[in-house]
């Protein structure tokens, strides 16, 4: 694998720690990051991702997603009420090493602007260019996403609009280029 293709290449297990000071709700965001496939550890134990409600751990050094929390020290921002896709989109976002933005706000999510929406890229969207990354035919990156070969080419004709790109190559490569020098907004 080429040393770009490494650069975003996003691991299906991640390691995720859950910071909540109420028991009922770090109770739930655990229950999130198990049922979207990571491994939850504690606060203490090593972690790829740190998963944050209300507040940040403090002297936290490691990569954090924010619920509710308007911190730009932090990779990853969401709202409180973030559902579970966007909670599973935003660990593997910044697993990928992509800093994770969106409005923080009483009410959830706010509008995209429509100069934005080509720039988004769906949390399959990442799986399929994780896989390209490797170097799997779109034969083999449907059957580990467990989906038709047509939407597989449905998501890489995706990508490459999304990523000005004409090849697997090129689109891998933008997207590593794209991680370096852009805040990812869902």
Known sequence: MSEV???IVVASRLRVAVH???SLRRTALCKVVAEAGHIVVGLQD???IVL?????PT??????IGLGIADDRLRGALPREADPRQIDAAIRAVAAGLIVRAPVRENGFGA???SEGHALL??????VLAALAEGMTNKAIARRLEISLHT?????????RKLGARTRTEAVAKAAERRRSEIIML
């Open 20 to 22: 909540a000071a109420d």
């Open 122 to 127: 769906t949390p399959r969207e990442l799986e």
């Open 59 to 64: 002297e936290e050094v490691r990569n954090v």
């Open 112 to 114: 995209t602007r429509e």
């Open 152 to 160: 597989v080419k449905f998501h890489v004709e995706s990508l490459f």
């Open 5 to 7: 293709a490494s650069d």
């Open 46 to 48: 090593e972690a790829d």
């Open 52 to 56: 944050a409600d209300g507040s940040r």
